[in-house]
């Protein structure tokens, strides 16, 4: 079949769409079943082409004490070992009394850069003298954002290369905001360019520097302590890692994705948009032109002190949030009914991330706590049924080699037994 089943494909309806694909794919019964089985008319409705939905499991993070409350956090994700990471390092911050997370004012940042410019100094001068008119546009644009207390509070102007950028900082109250964002850009920049600029762009930056939330817990030593180290050998060596992230890019990377495996998969529970809080997350990161480690760690006279500051832009409406069943019911799981108490959550959450992946790094590696834990993908992988799982991951834990010659190797040893 050639490919012209894809022209005007969004065109057709969903059941159209599936056997459309499943002839030209030669997905056979079976593969239609499963597309069948996994969509939905409601996601037909918020993406295009749509043909099915692509599920991720979903764990909880327990123990999680943020400024006093237990909270129980849902999250996302295909990795094992995440959920296990994330609880761990909480449960053992709860015991010294939970994370700290501060209430931050948030706003959002609308760009509206101007281009051509033959006197930019001029530019920022005439700009900086129409700034209460240029709020006033933006805030005309979408009134109903202002009458909830929020809207353009202020604008700051940077000169960047030969550019110049007007950055509207937005209040956008319990929304993820990018929508009413971008539309206040654009009302300014139709405006400008009305009165001659030459507007190069006008859209929302994701680098949310004027959201950033901040957790920090403290341990003490005692807690920390594992088979071979003490507790304050544990901590210096966190330290040093911590230290070592924030010269070494490449170490940074990993600490941080460390990080974003925690909180991108409780973004993504709450509904909210990740690659948003990913691409902040990450130029944050950069932003003194080093990329460097999100979250610190150092040693007090209390014990290891441990702090996390990031962009977190995070809504409790709008987008796709509370749309479906599933997002509904993850805001009942977790008790959180504003965006900064998610922000204060999600922070406090990468942190306990951190933590425990820093501690196995310092003691027995990652390998050993994470790798017990994907045994059972690797099972999966080389065809174990659900009930030969957990007999293949007992036989996996007392291999000094684990891979996937050994897995499927043992596995047919499994089957073999049971056939006798
Ligand atoms: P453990 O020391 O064997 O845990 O940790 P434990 O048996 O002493 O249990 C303590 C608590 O941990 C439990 O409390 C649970 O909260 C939690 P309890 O329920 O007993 O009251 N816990 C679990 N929760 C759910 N499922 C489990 C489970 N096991 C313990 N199976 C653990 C084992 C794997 C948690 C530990 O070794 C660990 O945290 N390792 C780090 C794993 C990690 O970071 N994984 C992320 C993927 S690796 C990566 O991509 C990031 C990285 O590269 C980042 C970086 O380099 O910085 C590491």
Known sequence: MSDNWQHGFYKHGLSERQELLAQ????????????????????DQFIENYVTDYRLPEGLALNLVVNG?????????????VVAAVSNGAQRVAKCGGFEAPVNSRCLVGQVVLDKLENPDRAVTDLLMHKAELLQIANAAHPSMQKRGGGAKDLRIRQVGGFVSID?????????????????????????????????????????????????????????????????EVAERIVKLSELAQVDPYRAATHNKGIMNGIDAAVIASGNDWRAIESGAHAYAARDGHYRGLAKWELTTKGLRGELTLPLPVGVVGGSIKLTPQSKLN????????????????????????????????????????????????????????????????KLTQQKRVDAAVAAQLLKEIQNERKD
Do not use: W
């Open 24 to 43: 030209a794919r030669q997905l056979g019964p079976v593969g239609m079943a499963e597309l069948q089985a996994n969509a939905t008319d409601q996601h």
């Open 168 to 232: 509207l900082l937005i209040d956008v109250q319990q929304a993820m905001g990018a929508n009413t964002v971008n539309t206040m850009a654009e009302a300014v920049a139709e405006s400008l360019r009305q009165s001659g600029y030459d507007v190069l762009v006008a859209v929302l930056s994701n680098l949310a520097d004027q959201s950033l939330q901040t957790a920090t817990c403290t341990l003490s030593l005692n807690t920390l302590a594992a088979p071979g180290f003490t507790g304050r």
């Open 331 to 394: 805001y009942q799981i977790s008790g959180i009914s504003r965006a900064e108490e998610l922000a204060m959550v999600l922070a406090s959450l990468g942190l306990a991330q951190n933590l425990a992946a820093l501690r196995a790094l310092a003691t027995s590696g990652i390998q050993a706590g994470h790798m017990k834990l994907q045994y059972r993908s690797l099972a999966l992988s080389v065809g174990a049924e659900p009930s030969e799982v957990a007999p293949l991951v007992a």
């Open 69 to 81: 409350k237990n909270y129980t956090v849902p999250m996302a994700t295909e990795e094992p070992s």
